[in-house]
């Protein structure tokens, strides 16, 4: 038996947890693999706990119910850091997995990967997992950190900060892109642990192609295909400070006269926009319509069926590539080359004449073409259980 212990939190870590969970029941259905079983447990850190932010995507990817929730909740960045380990350590101590699976960039992963690393520590004698009736060591979790290697080069961004720490106390670094082996090799970290297998996030979308297609998104806000814009901004260096959210909204006013823009916006943006006092001119703005965050099969079929996204989300970077949707990334910088270099994706900082001038070439129809990356197949939770399976000499 292999027990995996999975860390999911926020709303893009569900996501990426869904096809894995799914892969796992499948091997363990297999006939020819029946001599042993893959284990899991799922703990939710409760760092999302919204209906739209959490339980929803639980709904639509039918990911089980998680054996542990942990309701840590808001709060600053190292006091939710800190309450997920406190709360993630006793789970560990008594599900004694031989490998704690961590995704993305988010709170939740660092704090997985540090109690995982952190209880490698304790060795003492006394310690209850450490010790064995005849007292050697044993039941020292691992860590498999899914969407290893990707770097803005940005320490200002809490995501850039989970990265680099979670990737050097891994011991699985399974990689989207290139660039992100490139950046592991050049922080020099082992090449053994080191494997590109792909997009997880890919996997749950070519999933849930069917389910996306019937959804009823578009009629529900009255739209036309590819006649209307999506956004989504929620990341701190876009809403925390007046001065650059103000200028952005500028540019969506003018973006609004020429094509509708949906905002499923993001609670965190929803209380700077109110603290700023911008609610009243956004609600002046006719064709600029805000709504509650939405599912992950409407979010998907509404990007899709979109002219163009803007964003400073992650995840839809990549996906709008995997679409061939058009999208305008409202940040300095990506940690997803690739949705550059091959993709549809476009980096238009917060800069207001470029955002303007992207639109406008996407309306007369010079959008930016793009392909989708290799190993972008659908299998990647496939190739990370099979690479896990091997390790562990089960195959
Ligand atoms: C987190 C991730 C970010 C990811 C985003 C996706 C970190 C550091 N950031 O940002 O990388 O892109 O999730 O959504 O982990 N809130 C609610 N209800 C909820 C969750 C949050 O109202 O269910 C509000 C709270 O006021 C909270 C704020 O949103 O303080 C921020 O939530 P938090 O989880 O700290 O970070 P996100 O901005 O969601």
Known sequence: MLKLLIVAGARPNFIKVAPLIEEIKRINKLKHLRTYQLKYCLVHTGQHYDYEMSQIFFQDLKIPKPDYNLGVGSG?????????MEKLEPVILKEKPDLVVVVGDVNSTLA???????????????????????????????IAHIEAGLRSFDMSMPEEINRHLTDHISDFLFVTEPAGVKNLLNEGIDKGKIYLVGDIMIDALIKSKVKIQKSKILEKLHLERKNYAVLTLHRPANVDDKKILSNLISAFNEIQKKIKIIYPIHPRAKKQIEKFGFKTHLKEMKNFIITSPIGYMDMIKLVSESKFLMTDSGGLQEETTFLKVPCLTLRENTERPITIEKGTNILCKRNKEKILKEVKEILSGKEKKGK???????????????ILIKSYGKE
């Not at 109690?115 to 044993?138: E, G, I, W």
């Not at 989708?372 to 099979?386: F, H, N, R, S, Y």
């Open 372 to 386: 989708i990356p290799k190993l972008w197949d659908g299998k990647t939770a496939q190739k990370i259980l099979k």
């Open 76 to 84: 600053s960045h190292a006091w939710q850091t800190a309450k997920m």
């Open 112 to 142: 997985g990967a540090l109690v995982a690393a952190k209880l490698r520590c304790s060795q003492s004698p006394n310690h209850p997992m450490t010790k064995l009736p005849n007292n050697q060591m044993t039941h020292l979790p691992l």
